[in-house]
């Protein structure tokens, strides 16, 4: 089996465990042939250049047009999963992690073409269930976070800020540092498309933190 992997970590909140399961779980099920990884952004996904890097995968930054970043992101994979069938027409089996995204045409069209189609075990449907062949089933717990609303998310910035501020001053902090880290990347994890300009303000100064203290 001939796998190619097109996994979407921006819009499906995916975090660098539940990356590296989704890996080892689509290498045991066969080859994995070709991966390429959608919304990767070196700011926001800690660590997950480590691992693009390592297996020489493919990969593509977020694109942001305000609310239309997800349906960008889902075009690119529907593309390249087309173009695939003519360049890599061994590739026999297509493992697809993605958003929300109506995904229902494209998978129709693999299935017409003869491919079989992964999905990945979570604990709600993306509605797209009926359309896979099988799941990959998962040995890390992988869950979206809920959204932040816009207080909580003012209040985080302000800890985080007071925070970040004596964490840098002191040399001997470093297992403070990285909590700091850990949590700003949950937080940023949490970020939806349907957020206004105000929410992408606080997001954006989050992200410019997250820069500092790496």
Known sequence: MQIALLIDVDN???????????????SRTGKLAYCKVYGFNERKHIKFDEVIEKYGFDSTPTMRYKKRAKSQLDTRIIIDAVNMLHTKPFIDTYAIV????????????LRANGKELLTVATESTDGNDHMYDSKIALNVHYARPSKLSKKEL??????????????????????????????IEEILASKGDDIDEEEEDLYNSIEDLLSILK
Do not use: C, H, W, Y
């Not at 499906?12 to 689509?26: E, H, N, R, T």
């Not at 993605?98 to 069209?109: E, R, S, T």
């Not at 800020?161 to 949590?183: F, G, H, P």
């Open 98 to 109: 993605a958003g929300d995204g109506d995904l229902v045409p494209l998978l129709a069209f």
């Open 12 to 26: 499906a909140k995916v975090s660098l465990p539940v990356f590296k399961d989704i890996i080892s779980q689509v």
């Open 154 to 183: 003012t209040d985080r910035l302000r800890s985080i800020s007071e925070r970040s501020t004596a964490v840098m001053i002191d040399d001997d902090a470093n297992k403070q540092r990285e909590e700091l880290i850990s949590e």
